[in-house]
T-cell receptor
């Protein structure tokens, strides 16, 4: 299995909703990442988990809350988002380093 | 976190053309470099890694100049299917940092 699976593929949520994005990989990768990509912009790093511990938080607002329940799963909990948070949220995994980086197909989030 | 800068584009070329993209990076400690390709509304996908000795994969050639902190990608004999956004990517610790991307449009 050489894939990173993200669910859901599309999500529409209101500003008062609570939702979660999920990411799963079974490649034995020990680093997992969340990126945010707005239209016509490059992916921007949000969080890095290394060996299931949060190692990087790129000053992301607290309305985004990451969680790594085990080495195969990565969640992003969303609460009280704003319309400007609408974007493609990409999960990636790697063997704790830049090689073998694999992206999921993303969750396209719309906040209304 | 340091920046990665790319040609602004877009590049509009006919089929069969040769096109070159350039990129500079500011973190001299970076050790790994890549070109990714991203199609509209899809995730980025690795096109090729970039090595100091230069590397070639079919019609694609990548070069790295560490002294100048400069990366390039050359595409020969452009195909319609090459139309995409090309992202220059530099390792920073465990994470990848993306340039803004250069859009290529190949027309018949």
């Amino acid at each position: 299995d050489t894939e990173v699976t993200q669910t859901p593929k599309h999500l529409v949520m209101g500003m008062t909703n609570k939702k979660s994005l999920k990411c799963e990989q079974h490649m034995g990768h020990r680093a997992m990442y969340w990126y945010k990509q707005k239209a016509k912009k490059p992916p921007e790093l949000m969080f890095v988990y290394s060996y299931e511990k949060l190692s990087i938080n790129e000053s992301v607002p607290s309305r985004f809350s990451p969680e790594c329940p085990n080495s195969s799963l990565l969640n992003l909990h969303l609460h009280a988002l704003q319309p400007e948070d609408s974007a493609l949220y990409l999960c990636a995994s790697s063997q704790v380093g830049p090689d073998g980086y694999t992206f999921g197909s993303g969750t396209r989030l719309t906040v209304v | 976190r340091k920046e990665v800068e790319q040609d602004p584009g877009p590049f509009n070329v006919p089929e069969g053309a040769t096109v070159a993209f350039n990129c500079t990076y500011s973190n001299s400690a970076s050790q790994s470099f890549f070109w990714y390709r991203q199609d509209c509304r899809k995730e980025p996908k690795l096109l090729m890694s970039v090595y100091s000795s230069g590397n070639e994969d079919g019609r694609f050639t990548a070069q790295l100049n560490r002294a100048s902190q400069y990366i390039s990608l050359l595409i020969r004999d452009s195909k319609l299917s090459d139309s995409a956004t090309y992202l220059c990517v530099v390792e920073s610790g465990t994470a990848l940092i993306f340039g803004k991307g250069t859009t290529l449009s190949v027309s018949s």
